[in-house]
């Protein structure tokens, strides 16, 4: 059965044709999304918002690794700063961090490709059928679009490891408790922290401790923080098609009133569309009143 989903690509399109023109509209599309997004029910007098369900998902961590040791491996001739080895050893959350030869502790930043394989900063000639160590300093990237958490991380069951609670603490008692006690064991305390600004926008980590001392995995849910469409087929918005069809004509809309039209046909469309999208998540996800924890984000 085909999918009713409604790409990025299609709804400009749409917005083109019905304004005569291939003028680009993208701006109205993401308007649309924007508004679409705030959730507002149209039949709601006092304006509240709708909260979607979709934009909080259940997410499982790559893993809150400890320190990981590399099989013995040869360099690549052709290709001198690739690392590639037999068994799954690489986790997404050890992209920039630093991997260290064991024989000469030459260091050296590692960029994340696949579970065996990553990119070394620089040539590892030197260290050619060495053993490489990461050592981890507690600090574990969230997901890229982290908007605060719904529900604070747990551990996933996992037989081989011990587990326990994990309970959310400020930076400043994470920090105190590095200084008096750098060893290893079983994380308890989890904090966020903002990273650095890149080009991509805000981004945050999650801040453990004590560092593990084993690998054990990490559930939770968050809020998404939706980026911004473009215009390809290929580049679909959030939620289900009737949401889809709701950011369509609030992009209609928004493209009506910017043609100095006054507000009717698409303004009404979306307003009927919203009201099918608000009453579809709420039957499939129930009423989402739980708060979301933005008290470090």
């Known amino acids: 059965m085909a999918d009713l989903s409604l790409s990025a690509g299609a709804i400009h399109a749409r917005i083109e044709v019905v304004a005569g023109n291939t003028t680009s509209r993208l701006d109205s599309v993401n308007s649309g999304y924007n508004r679409a997004l705030g959730g507002i029910d149209p039949r709601d007098p006092s304006g509240e918002a709708h909260v979607w369900g979709f934009l909080r998902p ?37 992209d920039q961090k630093t991997i260290a030869s064991v024989t000469l502790s030459n260091e050296y930043t590692m960029t994340y490709v696949s579970a065996t ?7 590892w000639t030197d260290d050619t059928g060495d053993t490489f160590t990461i050592t981890p300093d507690g600090i574990y990237p969230l997901d890229d679009d982290f908007g605060g958490f719904v529900d604070g991380p747990v551990y996933a069951y996992n037989s081989s490891v011990s587990t326990g609670p994990l309970v959310e603490a400020d930076m400043t008692e994470i920090e105190e408790l590095r200084r008096d006690d750098n060893e290893t064991g079983l994380p308890s305390k989890w904090a966020v922290q903002p990273r650095s600004n890149t080009t991509t926008g805000q981004k945050y980590d999650l801040v453990v401790h004590p560092v593990p001392d084993s690998t054990r995995a990490i559930r939770y849910r968050h809020e998404v923080r939706p980026t911004a469409l473009t215009d390809s087929t290929s580049v679909y918005a959030l939620g289900t098609p009737k949401f889809h069809h709701a950011i369509e004509y609030a992009a209609l809309a928004d493209w009506e009133v910017l043609a100095g039209h006054t507000p009717g046909v698409w303004e009404g469309k979306y307003q009927e569309a919203m009201a099918a999208a608000i009453d579809e998540d709420s039957s499939r996800y129930g009423t989402q009143d739980v708060g979301v924890n933005q008290s470090d984000v």
Do not use: H, Q
């Not at 499982?60 to 001739?77: F, G, K, P, Y």
């Not at 394989?117 to 040539?123: D, R």
């Open 58 to 94: 259940l997410s499982t961590s790559d893993a809150l690794w400890a320190t990981t040791t590399t099989e013995a491996v040869a360099i690549d001739a052709t290709a001198t700063a690739n690392l590639t080895t037999t068994a799954n050893t690489f986790y997404p959350s050890m």
């Open 117 to 123: 394989s990553i990119t070394m900063s620089a040539n």
